[in-house]
C-alpha cells in the first residue's frame, strides 16, 4: 500500500456502541468525513500504528477499516483501539493516528468469542511489529507534536480539522 505510513486525525464519534460493551475492547470512531478521504489503496482490514488523544500521550493502536463482516455492518468505520486504559471516554476529543502497517484482511467469525481473540491476537502482533525502528520512529513524527485544537469542537469546526489534515503534517 503505497500510501502507508497514513496520517489522519478527526473528532472521536460515537460509533456502534460494541467495543466496550460486546467485545471489552474499547474503540474510538472517525466521523464519516475522515472515512471517505482514505485513499484508494488503504483496504478494508486490520492495521497497526500509533495514536494520540488530544494531546496526551502517543500510544499504540491497532485500527479496523471496513464493514466488520461479523456484524454485517452497511457502513465502513475506522474503529481505533488504543492500547492503553483510559479513566473516562473521549468523545469529541481530536484523535490522531498513523497508520504503520497492515496485519490482515477483515473477515467474518463463527462466534463472538473468536472474534474477540482475533482481535487480541491482532493487538499482540502490532505491540511486537511497533517496536521495530522503522515502525517506532513515527511514533517521534511531528505531525503529534503540530498544533490542533484539543478541546472539544463543534461539528463543523471538528469536520473542517479532519478535512484539512488528512495524511498532511
Given at each position: 500500500?503505497?500510501?502507508?505510513?497514513?496520517?489522519?486525525?478527526?473528532?472521536?464519534?460515537?460509533?456502534?456502541?460494541?467495543?466496550?460493551?460486546?467485545?471489552?475492547?474499547?474503540?474510538?470512531?472517525?466521523?464519516?468525513?475522515?472515512?471517505?478521504?482514505?485513499?484508494?489503496?488503504?483496504?478494508?482490514?486490520?492495521?497497526?500504528?500509533?495514536a494520540c488523544v488530544g494531546n496526551s500521550d502517543i500510544h499504540?493502536?491497532?485500527?479496523?477499516?471496513?464493514?466488520?463482516?461479523?456484524?454485517?455492518?452497511?457502513?465502513?468505520?475506522?474503529?481505533?483501539?488504543?492500547?492503553?486504559?483510559?479513566?473516562?471516554?473521549?468523545?469529541?476529543?481530536?484523535?490522531?493516528?498513523?497508520?504503520?502497517?497492515?496485519?490482515?484482511?477483515?473477515?467474518?467469525?463463527?462466534?463472538?468469542?473468536?472474534?474477540?481473540?482475533?482481535?487480541?491476537?491482532?493487538?499482540?502482533?502490532?505491540?511486537?511489529?511497533?517496536?521495530?525502528?522503522?515502525?517506532?520512529?513515527?511514533?517521534?513524527?511531528?505531525?503529534?507534536?503540530?498544533?490542533?485544537?484539543?478541546?472539544?469542537?463543534?461539528?463543523?469546526?471538528?469536520?473542517?480539522?479532519?478535512?484539512?489534515?488528512?495524511?498532511?503534517?
Amino acid at each position: 500500500m503505497k500510501s502507508l505510513p497514513y496520517f489522519c486525525r478527526g473528532e472521536v464519534v460515537r460509533g456502534f456502541g460494541r467495543g466496550s460493551k460486546e467485545l471489552g475492547i474499547p474503540t474510538a470512531n472517525f466521523p464519516d468525513s475522515v472515512v471517505d478521504s482514505l485513499p484508494a489503496d488503504v483496504s478494508t482490514g486490520i492495521y497497526y500504528g500509533w495514536a494520540c488523544v488530544g494531546n496526551s500521550d502517543i500510544h499504540k493502536m491497532v485500527m479496523s477499516i471496513g464493514w466488520n463482516p461479523y456484524y454485517k455492518n452497511t457502513k465502513k468505520s475506522m474503529e481505533t483501539h488504543v492500547i492503553h486504559k483510559f479513566k473516562e471516554d473521549f468523545y469529541g476529543e481530536i484523535l490522531s493516528v498513523v497508520l504503520v502497517g497492515y496485519i490482515r484482511s477483515e473477515k467474518s467469525f463463527p462466534s463472538l468469542e473468536d472474534l474477540v481473540a482475533a482481535i487480541n491476537s491482532d493487538i499482540e502482533e502490532a505491540k511486537v511489529m511497533l517496536e521495530l525502528p522503522e515502525h517506532s520512529k513515527l511514533k517521534e513524527d511531528n505531525f503529534f507534536t503540530s498544533t490542533t485544537d484539543s478541546s472539544p469542537a463543534s461539528p463543523s469546526s471538528a469536520a473542517s480539522t479532519s478535512q484539512s489534515i488528512i495524511n498532511g503534517h
